[in-house]
């Protein structure tokens, strides 16, 4: 199953661009990585969600102009800050959850515009604005019940998982 997560992200990261162009929201940051990452991350696998953070964060970098590096960190400096948070707050609960989602995402613009600033490379810089961010978070977040429960039902655990509050293992 674990497998199976990681080709449909990285088909995700490969395809990104593409769709965005075709539904017309290119100005949006649709990114369905991070409810994957924290849906392992529920599922106490942390060690797997911070290798998929790197793994993605590396395949966005070769694939965005910026610096290479720059998203593997931020991905994965991201994973390691919500992992160390698990022991104050509950990712079992949906509603945690969706709003680490959200959280996940808003973090992760924040370090990039940081750094690109601070850096030669600011003329890469991302023509996204303060609305377009928090509406790609909230709708990033909206998407997440939905996408954790088809990983719960792709787990093999019906009546398991996110549906009733709890997550199932990722196998």
Known sequence: MFFLVCIMSGMFVLLRGS????LGIE???????PIV????????QELRAGCLAFCMG????????SQLGLF???????????YRCRQFLNFNNIKT?????????????????????LFPAGHYMPSISLGSMLVSAAITSLLAPPLF???DLAGGQETLGYAQGRPSVLV
Do not use: E, Q
Request: glycine fraction near 4%; hydrophobic fraction near 70%.
């Open 19 to 22: 769709i965005g162009h075709l």
């Open 27 to 33: 100005r949006l940051d649709i990114d369905l990585i």
């Open 37 to 44: 990452l924290i849906y392992i991350l529920g599922n106490n």
């Open 58 to 65: 590396v395949l966005t970098d070769i694939l965005a102009p």
């Open 72 to 82: 593997a960190f931020a991905y994965s400096a991201i994973i390691l800050g919500m």
């Open 97 to 117: 959850a969706t709003l680490f989602v959200a959280l996940f995402l808003l973090t992760k613009w924040a370090f990039l515009l940081l750094v690109l600033r």
């Open 149 to 151: 429960y088809v990983l």
